[in-house]
């Protein structure tokens, strides 16, 4: 069972498409966060939001859109995608930054397997 | 964040104790030793962590060494749902953020 989930967990798009992944997390946390774990490599770590602002972009393409309405709601909008980027996409979270705590455990959906055409 | 080195992977029997290794020879004394692992098909989820002395939960035990250069994850009784990737990671407590940087991890592979 997890507390964060994500929405699809498949999605096969053409490099020219739009599309958007979801993430919900039901456990109060005010930080998010979308790691990429592509075959073989260590997961990355994309973006932070912290109360709903983006702390960190971690070099990320702009054809990544990560967008936060609320501290319960992560978005990733893709769009004009390449081949490389096909990967699982993670979100995960945590309490928060606030107390300076770097030692609260992170809370990871299953992911979404992209694969781009 | 200080590296760690975990072996690439492992293999342990159904129902026997497991002990993952995990070197982190340039630990700094802020630096909490933290575990997850991945499960097939499914994101990481938390183990354990500990700073020098050794901590249990109900996933798993954390042995810290005195020197704190290495630790090791301790499985008392591994069954076929264990075989993941473990991740040992290090987190200094004094950054602001929450971000933790994932290795390579060790493959663990329970044999029934």
């Known amino acids: 069972e997890t507390g964060v989930t994500q929405t699809p967990r498949h999605l096969v798009m053409g490099m020219t498409n739009k599309k958007s992944l979801k993430c919900e997390q039901h456990?109060?946390?005010?930080?998010m966060y979308w790691y990429k774990q592509s075959a073989k490599k260590p997961l990355e770590l994309m973006f932070v939001?912290?109360?709903?602002?983006?702390?960190e972009n971690n070099s990320v393409p702009s054809r990544f859109s990560p967008e936060c309405p609320n501290s319960s709601h992560l978005f990733l909008h893709l769009h004009t995608l390449q081949p490389e980027d096909s990967a699982l996409y993670l979100c995960?979270?945590?309490?928060?930054?606030?107390?300076?705590?770097?030692?609260?455990?992170?809370?990871f959906g299953d992911g979404t397997r992209l694969s781009i055409l | 964040d200080a590296k760690t080195t975990q072996p690439n992977s492992m293999e342990s029997n159904e129902e026997e104790p497991v002990h993952l290794p995990c070197n982190h020879s340039t630990i700094s004394g802020t630096d909490y030793i933290h575990w997850y692992r991945q499960l097939p098909s499914q994101g990481p989820e938390y183990v354990i962590h500990g700073l020098t002395s050794n901590v249990n939960n109900r996933m798993a035990s954390l042995a810290i060494a005195e020197d704190r250069k290495s630790s090791t994850l301790i499985l008392h009784r591994a069954t076929l749902r264990d075989a993941a990737v473990y991740y040992c990671?290090?987190?200094?407590?004094?950054?602001?953020?929450?971000?933790?940087?994932f290795g390579k991890g060790t493959r663990l592979h329970i044999l029934p």
């Open positions: 995960a979270s945590s309490q928060d930054h606030s107390t300076g705590n770097s030692n609260q455990p992170q809370h």
């Open positions: 990671i290090l987190r200094d407590s004094r950054n602001r953020d929450d971000k933790i940087i």
């Open positions: 939001y912290n109360f709903k602002e983006q702390t």
């Open positions: 456990l109060g946390h005010n930080a």
